[in-house]
């Protein structure tokens, strides 16, 4: 079974630019997540969707994140414009969506550096 | 709100020594606890979970038990090998519509042959 892809896999971009990331979750998972990580901490949410509605986007900074998942499969995460402090790896990670405290699959994470 | 507690690294052993990487969490309801493990150049990957007070979860001879009393799911291991050498995050989910993972800051481990 293949796992959650993404790409790209590094992005270096200058302050005040756009970029985009893109996210193929595990076949038949319905519920999709998009996790920040800063170096040395621990991964924070920024937004969960559960087939191509969004169930949480508290955590998003709306002014500058965007994301989507249109067909329910593949999403992509946005960032415009890039701020210095949006340098860290961006996570998505997967689950099916049809229990309760059900693992979550990672993908290996695109580094994002914003000079 | 809820929130995970890991001791703070890094960890250096020596091989077949034995491993704790304490963690406590804080939760408002019944959360499901896991611990994740993030190889060098790697992505984070599922060790162990356990989803109930009492629960042990092991793997790769790793274990954690869900201490309710003490909101405690420590790591531990009899003895380390180098090949884990690698970053520990200890995390929670309550599930649902709050299935997120709230992850601690993260252990990391090193292991001298």
């Known amino acids: 079974e293949a796992g959650v892809a993404q790409s790209p896999r590094y992005k270096i971009i200058e302050k005040r630019q756009s970029v985009a990331f893109w996210c193929n979750p595990i076949s038949g998972h319905a519920t999709l997540y998009w996790y920040q990580q800063i170096l040395g901490q621990g991964p924070k949410l920024l937004i969960q969707?559960?087939?191509?509605?969004?169930?949480?986007d508290s955590q998003l900074p709306k002014d500058r994140f965007s994301a989507e998942r249109l067909k329910g499969v593949d999403s992509t995460l946005k960032i415009q414009p890039a701020k210095l402090e949006d340098s860290a790896v961006y996570l998505c990670?997967?689950?099916?969506?049809?229990?309760?405290?059900?693992?979550?699959?990672f993908g290996p994470g695109t580094r994002l550096l914003v000079l | 709100g809820n929130s995970v507690t890991q001791m703070e690294g890094p960890v250096t052993l020596s091989e077949e020594a034995f491993l704790t990487i304490n963690c406590t969490y804080t939760?408002?309801?019944?959360?499901?606890l896991f611990w994740y493990v993030q190889y060098p150049g790697e992505g984070l990957q599922l060790l162990l979970k356990a989803t109930k007070a009492d629960d042990k979860g092991s793997n790769k001879g790793f274990e954690a038990t869900y201490r309710k009393e003490t909101t405690s799911f420590h790591l531990e291991k009899g003895s380390v090998q180098v090949s884990d050498s690698a970053v520990y995050f200890c995390a929670l989910s309550e599930g649902g519509s709050q299935g997120n993972l709230i992850f601690g800051k993260g252990t990391k481990l090193s292991v001298k042959p």
């Open positions: 990670a997967s689950s099916s969506g049809t229990e309760e405290r059900e693992t979550q699959y």
């Open positions: 969707f559960q087939n191509n509605g969004v169930v949480d």
């Open positions: 939760a408002t309801g019944y959360p499901s």
